[in-house]
T-cell receptor, first 113, second 114 residues
Framework: SQQGEEDPQALSIQEGENATMNCSYK?????LQWYRQNSGRGLVHLIL?????REKHSGRLRVTLDTSKKSSSLLITASRAADTASYFC?????????????FGAGTQVVVTP | DARVTQTPRDKVTEMGQEVTMRCQPI?????VFWYRQTMMQGLELLAY????????DSGMPKDRFSAEMPDATLATLKIQPSEPRDSAVYFC????????????FGSGTRLTVV
């Protein structure tokens, strides 16, 4: 079963705009991770945020985590056409075997020039 | 950059045939995963290993699927007999949980069962 659910399912923006997507999950976590997937091949790890962290940055990416609401958000600033991809959140749940990662359904992002 | 290598990249097979997918995890990674991705079900965790020992294969249809790690450099996923509903992209991933880093995914094996 999928632990995380992303919202929205799809997002279409223009280059230069910011893209925000959200992830909600059901049970307590050790950490939450975001991945990007281009064209149905090979997921690429973007960022990991631990349960005791509230915000993390990596380049144009900003991730927040609110454990009280069991939710996370991924912000991509100044988007580029190359950011067109599907974005997935994945959770390492406390109740699962340590390190076991379960993925949400993903948000499909299209950035038009 | 170190990478996870999966073979074959694409596989077309007839229903009833045995299919074996292989994965070479990154050297030094102690955790290996097998995921299946379809449009309908998304990314499903099939099995995962730590230090070559199976930890959880509850997501795997036991009657036809099997996953093994004969050594630290090779993980295999076998389907016997294959069925059209097994058509999907199968991903292998490896990593070191607890190090603050995510997992590295292979490029996947696209399986089509006709």
């Amino acid at each position: 079963s999928q632990q995380g659910e992303e919202d929205p399912q799809a997002l279409s923006i223009q280059e230069g705009e910011n893209a925000t997507m959200n992830c909600s999950y059901k049970t307590s976590i050790n950490n939450l991770q975001w991945y990007r997937q281009n064209s149905g091949r090979g997921l690429v790890h973007l960022i990991l945020i631990r349960s005791n962290e509230r915000e993390k940055h990596s380049g144009r990416l900003r991730v927040t985590l609110d454990t009280s609401k069991k939710s996370s958000s991924l912000l991509i600033t100044a988007s580029r056409a190359a950011d067109t991809a599907s974005y997935f959140c994945a959770t390492d749940a406390v109740t699962d075997s340590w390190g076991k990662l379960q993925f949400g359904a993903g948000t499909q992002v299209v950035v038009t020039p | 950059d170190a990478r996870v290598t999966q073979t074959p990249r694409d596989k077309v097979t007839e229903m009833g045939q045995e299919v074996t997918m292989r994965c070479q995890p990154i050297l030094g990674h102690n955790t290996v995963f097998w995921y299946r991705q379809t449009m309908m079900q998304g990314l499903e965790l099939l099995a995962y290993f730590r230090n070559r020992a199976p930890l959880d294969d509850s997501g795997m249809p036991k009657d036809r699927f099997s996953a093994e790690m004969p050594d630290a450099t090779l993980a295999t996923l076998k389907i016997q007999p294959s069925e059209p509903r097994d058509s999907a992209v199968y991903f292998c991933a490896s990593g070191l949980p607890g190090q603050g880093e995510g997992y590295t995914f292979g490029s996947g094996t696209r399986l089509t069962v006709v």
